[in-house]
């Protein structure tokens, strides 16, 4: 079973900084990782699919990278509505199988 | 445009089933999987299990396995969550979601209560 561990689980972070969060595999996974964001209350919204696509309607300040097991997702200056939480997940083809990272609090500083 | 619309708010005791219901709307509803994921109070997302609407084929996560049934109407461009032997800690809000790698588009999400 594949693992997802994303750090920090907490970053204090002001508006129009720029803020990179992690997300590490267990094993290798290739690029079959997407990066989620999810307002209280909400549903998660994808903004990364294939570790570095920006979702449809997704601002260029979202940027994915990576490949294997280590991945970052980096918004390069912070809006007010973007503090949220952020998860990671892999995908699986088949059989289909999804897991997700525990996920990182973005908050206001 | 592409909506899912998922059933409301469910209140269970202990050992009783469940079902959601996911009505979609704005795309072709046999072109993508349909998965369903969990998100207990303060806690992160838990992924239970995925459907094609296309061929009827499912795949759970193991823990869940046994207790879960998916199923579609495709006439209805509805997907189906069963759960059942009820817990309390399987309090928590309910999601679907469209897709077969990630999942662009989501319900509103379900709040399920299970309490004695």
């Known amino acids: 079973e594949i693992v997802m561990t994303q750090s920090p689980a907490t970053l204090s972070v002001s508006p129009g900084e720029r803020v990179t969060l992690y997300c590490r595999a267990s094993?290798?996974?290739?690029?079959?990782l997407a990066w989620y964001q999810q307002k209280f209350g909400q549903a998660p919204r994808l903004l990364v699919h294939g570790a570095s696509t920006r979702a449809t309607g997704i601002p260029a300040r979202f940027s994915g990278t990576g490949s294997g097991t280590e991945f970052s997702l980096t918004i390069s200056s912070l809006q007010s509505e973007d503090f949220a939480v952020y998860y990671c997940?892999?995908?699986?083809?088949?059989?289909?199988?999804?897991?997700f990272g525990q996920g990182t609090k973005l908050e206001i500083k | 445009q592409v909506q899912l619309v998922q059933s409301g708010p469910e209140v269970k005791k202990p050992g009783a089933s469940m079902r959601v219901s996911c009505k979609t709307s704005?795309?072709?509803?046999?072109?993508?999987?349909i998965t369903w994921v969990r998100q207990a109070p303060g806690q992160g997302l838990e992924w239970m299990g995925w459907?094609?609407?296309?061929?009827?084929?499912?795949h759970s996560a193991q823990r869940f396995q046994g207790r879960v049934t998916l199923t579609t109407d495709t006439s209805a461009s509805i997907a189906y969550m069963e759960v059942r032997s009820l817990r309390p800690d399987d309090t928590a809000v309910y999601f679907c979601?469209?897709?077969?790698?990630?999942?662009?588009?989501w319900g509103q999400g379900t709040m399920l209560t299970v309490s004695s």
């Open positions: 979601a469209r897709g077969n790698d990630a999942f662009d588009m």
């Open positions: 704005g795309y072709s509803f046999i072109n993508y999987g």
């Open positions: 459907i094609s609407p296309y061929n009827g084929n499912t």
């Open positions: 094993q290798s996974i290739s690029n079959t």
């Open positions: 997940q892999h995908y699986n083809n088949w059989p289909p199988e999804y897991t």
